[in-house]
């Protein structure tokens, strides 16, 4: 399948601040590509220098054939971009505000395409409502449907679902997996891990730099040795107690359990035994697969030693 995006060696500084540091990555037409990582990893950084709105301190990269650097204005024809404060007009109507957005984008015949964008996003009921009247998950719809009023080939999404509640985000992926068969390019940010298992591929982000970029069962498979989830009383002090156990390699808190990463499942009785001999009182404990978040905290606490160590 063509490429329609290949970055190579993007950087964004701003003075003596590296948002972004030398990344590389190529997106297939019709994938959906995440980005994933904490806030001030660089992905919104990211996301402007690759809609052209932001311009890169070195690398290069082409978007459907079009160089960034170059190419820019061309490219925008091409695109949508959803950003995390993406401006609706809270006084206009559903409706007006997919024509506004139609007419600053110069389509000139766009009821055909309003309709057609409304019934997507199962916004029709509510075509007639003031923009400011909607729900969280309601506005991102429209702002979904105003950034594919001019039928962009590729989209970039900006953590579309930060803020939004659980059925809507559930609504939204529906929406996108639509697009998906319709061969649209879909680009995104998101802070939630659980959303990019969903992606074709995804990319870890920190501190400006890409970790690792691959399809989220092979990333899932960096992680070595066994999980063991634990449900204890006094979790902080349970993680500390564990930290200095033979066999464990590593303990994640997850709010009221434990995920510790241990050499191999025959460690999981010397677990068990270490906490009983703290009087620590285990109310569950099961192995379980890794996750994309068990990976990517045990990769940046490894970048952390790394770098304490360095």
């Not at 995006?5 to 994938?31: M, P, Y």
């Not at 690398?59 to 971009?81: C, M, N, P, V």
């Not at 969903?198 to 970790?211: H, I």
Request: aromatic share 6%; proline share 4%.
């Amino acid at each position: 399948m063509p490429s329609a995006i290949d970055i190579n060696g993007l950087s964004k500084s701003f003075g003596s601040l590296t948002a972004v540091d030398g990344i590389s990555f190529s997106v297939a037409q019709g994938e959906m590509f995440c980005i994933v990582g904490p806030d001030g990893a660089g992905k919104t950084t990211t996301m402007r220098m690759l809609c052209g709105l932001l311009p890169m301190s070195g690398g290069s990269g082409t978007i459907l054939g079009f160089d960034l650097k170059t190419q820019a204005a061309q490219l925008k024809r091409e695109i949508g971009y959803l950003s995390q404060r993406f401006s609706l007009y809270g006084d206009l109507t559903v409706d007006e505000n997919i024509e506004f957005f139609a007419e600053i984008n110069e389509v000139t015949d766009f009821r055909a395409r309003r309709d057609e964008l409304l019934a997507f996003t199962r916004l029709q009921p509510f075509r007639g409502r003031l923009a400011e009247q909607l729900s969280g998950g309601m506005k991102q719809k429209l702002a979904l449907a105003c950034t594919l009023v001019h039928q962009p080939k590729i989209i970039f999404l900006d953590e579309p679902t930060t803020g939004v509640d659980p059925v809507s985000r559930r609504d939204f992926w529906k929406i996108l997996s639509d697009l998906l068969h319709q061969n649209i390019t879909i680009i995104m940010t998101t802070p939630y891990l659980d959303e990019a298992e969903r992606c074709t591929r995804v990319a870890l982000m920190n501190n400006g730099r890409l970790m690792v970029v691959d399809t989220p069962l092979h990333v899932k498979s960096l992680m070595r040795g066994s999980i063991m989830e634990v449900v204890c009383d006094g979790i902080r002090r349970a993680a500390a107690v564990l930290a200095g156990t033979v066999g464990v390699k590593k303990v994640q808190v997850f709010g009221d359990r434990l995920n510790v990463i241990i050499e191999n499942e025959s460690v999981g009785p010397a677990v068990l035994a270490s906490l009983a001999s703290w009087e620590i009182r285990v109310a569950d404990w099961r192995f379980v697969r890794p996750t994309l978040e068990n990976v990517f905290i045990s990769m940046t606490s490894d970048e952390k030693q790394a770098e304490a160590h360095g």
